[in-house]
């Protein structure tokens, strides 16, 4: 079975710009989480979806913004983006609704810097 | 904000030897779990144990969780050099909680 699957890997970007990530969790799959991971802070949640509806956010700016397919693949949005947004997104599936309960499985990140 | 604060920050051990690392947290929690990363890749999931355990196994490694001090330990033994890694423990704290990770522990294993 493919694990989860992030595209792009790298990604460089400058300030005002916006950018999309993909994720594809395991097949069979249907809850998503994405972390932001950076030195300073260590991995901060973003949003977890289910179903193709949001079920939690973290407290990051109306700029990050996230959204699933009725196939459970994933995407996350920054608009506008800030020096700041450099980071590692990771992307994490799970069989069933998450709510903390279970083990999450990571694919290998998307690193973003902006320029 | 973490909810696991991981001790030590960093820890340096010779191959062989065992490695122990800690974990506290804040809040009741309905499992703990521990990941391990490699440098600049995705986190791989270690192992899950639930409030109402105290101990578990896997492999090489053995978890503790002591509910009333909010802390969990993972053991390493045996450690080899590919166990060089940041590891990272993570808490749940109900049914429509999100999993939240402390800052990590970055472990050396010296050849």
């Known amino acids: 079975k493919a694990g989860v699957t992030q595209t792009p890997r790298y990604l460089i970007k400058t300030r005002g710009q916006q950018v999309t990530l993909s994720c594809s969790p395991i097949?069979?799959?249907?809850?998503v989480s994405w972390y932001q991971q950076t030195p300073g802070q260590g991995l901060q949640f973003l949003f977890e979806?289910?179903?193709?509806?949001?079920?939690n956010k973290g407290n990051f700016p109306g700029r990050f913004s996230g959204r699933q397919f009725s196939n459970s693949r994933s995407e996350m949005n920054v608009s506008t983006l800030e020096l700041g947004d450099s980071a590692l997104y990771l992307c994490?599936?799970?069989?069933?609704?998450?709510?903390?309960?279970?083990?999450?499985?990571f694919g290998s990140g998307t690193q973003l810097s902006v320029l | 904000s973490q909810q696991g604060e991981e001790d030590p920050q960093a820890l340096s051990i010779q191959e062989g030897e065992n490695a122990t690392m800690n974990c506290s947290y804040k809040?009741?929690?309905?499992?703990l779990q521990w990941y391990r990363q490699n440098s600049g890749r995705g986190l791989v999931h270690l192992i899950l144990?639930?409030?109402?355990?105290r101990e578990k196994h896997s492999g090489r490694l053995r978890v503790t969780l002591d509910t009333s001090k909010k802390s969990s330990s993972l053991l390493i033994t045996a450690s080899r050099a590919a166990d060089t890694a940041s590891y990272f423990c993570?808490?749940?704290?109900?049914?429509?909680?999100?999993?939240?990770f402390g800052k990590g522990i970055t472990l050396s294993v010296r050849p």
């Open positions: 097949s069979g799959h249907r809850s």
């Open positions: 979806y289910f179903s193709e509806t949001q079920r």
């Open positions: 809040t009741s929690i309905n499992n």
């Open positions: 993570a808490t749940g704290t109900g049914a429509n909680s999100k999993l939240t």
């Open positions: 144990i639930r409030s109402n355990e």
């Open positions: 994490a599936s799970s069989l069933q609704k998450t709510g903390g309960n279970e083990k999450l499985f």
